[in-house]
């Protein structure tokens, strides 16, 4: 059975710069996710960690929705991913669901080097 996970995130920044965080190579390789390739165009392969996860851009909604199929390691189909985002006065609440997680696959990997890091990056006083 696979499992289900879901995350929402408020981050203090602008819907622009949480976009970017998202599909911007060189700001992903910034908060941690690089070397990546990534772009923000439905069907763009991207590769996040050096390939360690892979994927396709399914739906792309600039600045409102990224919905994207994931590999990583020897999984045998995509887990999918969706960020959406909403503003919020001046902060955006971000909401992740990841479909078709393998079991072995731990939810802390958001927190610990994903969404936590792009929070930490866009909050911190040196981008401001």
């Known amino acids: ?21 998202l599909v911007d190579h060189s700001v992903i390789d910034k908060w941690g996710g690089g070397p990546s390739k990534m772009d923000a165009s439905v069907g763009s392969d991207f590769e996040l960690w050096n390939g360690d996860i892979y994927g396709k851009n399914v739906k792309v909604m600039e600045k409102k929705m990224l919905v994207q ?10 887990s999918i991913v969706t960020f959406k985002l909403e503003n ?15 079991e072995d696959e731990i939810d802390a990997g958001w927190d610990d080097f994903y969404l936590g890091p792009i929070k930490n990056m866009l909050e911190s006083v040196e981008t401001k």
């Open 1 to 21: 059975m696979k499992k289900i996970i879901k995350k929402v995130y408020t981050i203090n920044s602008s819907i622009e710069d949480v976009w970017k965080a």
């Open 69 to 78: 199929e994931w590999f990583g390691g020897d999984w045998p189909r995509p």
């Open 88 to 102: 919020n006065d001046s902060k955006v609440i971000l909401e992740l669901e990841q479909i078709h997680v393998p």
